[in-house]
């Protein structure tokens, strides 16, 4: 897809964010205005209500089925909203002060950099990927296809990561500034896999084949490389507020219970405390924090220093300019955006009536989906009020799981083996198309439906997904029925 054709669709994507949050942004003008006057506290509380109005309501009738607490999936953080913009709202529980400081990070995640020397949002590259984190987070929500790719050779770093590739450090960056030479891209083709339910239905499974292609040198024999799609970014404040050890509770990596569920955590370093703490964000759990995710992206994908990565990604390449400058990223926005992505609301489950759905609620714990796929957990007491003491329905452990051989990158990532990957949430899963506009799955995408990434299933995943095999169509049906209406 060429530049123009990606610009065209970001402005489109922008246009319909924006629209969206208008009534949130005229909020800061009012809220300016009152401060000025003294009279905050009473006019906050008026337009705060009638700017969430549109995106809040009660839930239906009690349901024997579901709890009134699976109505709200992120606690009080919770919207009620079915549109384009599902994946982007504030959550509902921060106050004036906070809302601002979102729309703030909100901002910050939008802004696209450039290259220095400039006024605002300076720093660029020299090799990059995106320049701007909203790039890849469409709308907050999914990519589609593999929008980077890590890179490494066999053996770990001093800190127990993977070991970076001479000439390409951790990642390939397929965009440079101008008289810069980018490391290389990758070209994907597919695969056709046929595979059959128990029943005899056939579905077809797309197998994703790469390779790698203007390179500006070799890489060497036997490298390793982890292609990723983008992830949502909603809700993922109150995955960090989960207490580690509620976490760990779930954690059996030598399957003592002998449930074929082996559930492990990944520690990996962290650059605040300088040391190795519990993993819980990304494909294989390789952050510990949204703070280090946020620092690591800007830097990665944006080539942006900042206070937890000061050095370019590029350094010791031939692209790099040998200037030791002082950080390109502030810490004041690095903190804002960091707070954005930890107050994204979650999106209310919706259809929790149907009786279709009920039922595959019914197949999807059958199945023992949710064995990795844990739906309730509460949030512990953290820095962020609104997130603390939350019941939330996420539907992950956060833990790493062996999902089988098909779906192995054969890339370890600290503890992660090749073949291991973190459950990701399931909430909110069912508004992908609404929002991003794709039916796209798992970590590189190569799924184009739910039942779809089912069937990729394998390693632990293997007597779920023999589970869903042998299931009559009718349970099929009500089982994609539940899983879209998380």
Not at 22 to 31: E, K, L, M
Not at 65 to 73: K, L, N, Q, V
Request: with cysteine; hydrophobic share 40%.
């Amino acid at each position: 897809m060429n530049q123009e054709i990606l610009f065209a669709e970001n402005n489109e994507h922008q246009l319909i964010k924006h629209c969206k949050r208008a009534r949130f942004y005229f909020i800061d003008t009012i809220v300016l205005f009152s401060i000025a006057f003294y009279r905050k506290k009473f006019i906050l509380l008026f337009l705060i209500s009638i700017g969430l109005s549109a995106c809040t309501k009660d839930p239906a009738a009690p349901n024997p089925d579901f709890t009134e607490e699976e109505y709200y999936a992120g606690g009080a953080t919770t919207v009620f909203d079915v549109s384009s913009a599902a994946f982007s709202g504030p959550a509902t529980n921060l106050s004036a002060e906070r809302l601002l400081l979102h729309m703030e990070g909100d901002a910050a995640f939008e802004a696209t950099f450039v290259t220095a020397p400039a006024p605002v949002n300076s720093g660029l590259g020299p090799v990059y990927n995106q320049s701007a984190c909203n790039s890849c987070h469409v709308l907050d929500g999914r990519g589609a296809e593999p929008s980077v790719f890590r890179l490494s050779k066999t053996g770990f770093d001093t800190n127990g990561g993977p070991l970076a590739i001479p000439g390409f450090g951790g990642q390939l960056q397929n965009l440079a500034v101008a008289s810069v030479v980018a490391e290389g891209e990758v070209i994907m083709q597919y695969e056709a896999l046929l595979k059959y339910f128990d029943d005899g239905d056939q579905i077809v499974l797309q197998q994703p084949i790469y390779s790698f292609i203007n390179l500006y040198q070799p890489l060497p024999n036997g490298f390793h490389f982890s292609p990723r799609v983008a992830p949502p970014v909603f809700g993922l404040g109150l995955l960090e507020a989960i207490a580690d050890e509620d976490i760990l509770k779930y954690a059996d990596p030598f399957d003592l219970d002998k449930d074929g569920i082996s559930g492990k955590p990944n520690y990996v370093w962290n650059q605040e405390t300088l040391s190795a703490t519990l993993g819980r964000f990304g494909w294989k759990a390789n952050q510990p924090s949204l703070l280090q995710q946020t620092a690591a992206a800007y830097n990665e994908d944006m080539g942006i220093t900042n206070k937890l990565f000061p050095e370019e990604s590029s350094k010791l390449q031939m692209q790099y300019d040998g200037m030791q400058d002082d950080v390109e990223l502030t810490n004041e926005l690095l903190n804002a955006a960091t707070f954005y992505v930890q107050t994204i609301a979650v999106p209310a489950p919706r259809n929790l009536e149907d009786p279709e759905v009920i039922a595959g609620k019914k197949v999807f714990m059958a199945a023992k989906c949710n064995s990795c796929h844990v739906p309730r957990h509460q949030t512990g007491i953290m820095t962020q009020p609104e997130l603390a003491n939350q019941i939330i329905y996420p539907y992950t452990d956060l833990l790493l799981h062996d999902m089988g051989i098909e779906l192995a990158d054969n890339r370890p990532d600290f503890q992660a083996t090749g073949s291991e990957w973190r459950t990701p949430p399931l909430w909110g899963i069912g508004l992908t198309q609404i929002v991003n506009g794709h039916q796209r799955f798992l970590h590189d995408g190569r799924a184009g439906s739910l039942m779809e990434a089912i069937m990729w299933h394998g390693g632990e995943a293997t007597g779920s997904r023999d589970y869903v095999k042998k299931a009559s169509q009718k349970e099929r049906e009500q089982l994609i029925k539940f899983l879209e209406a998380l």
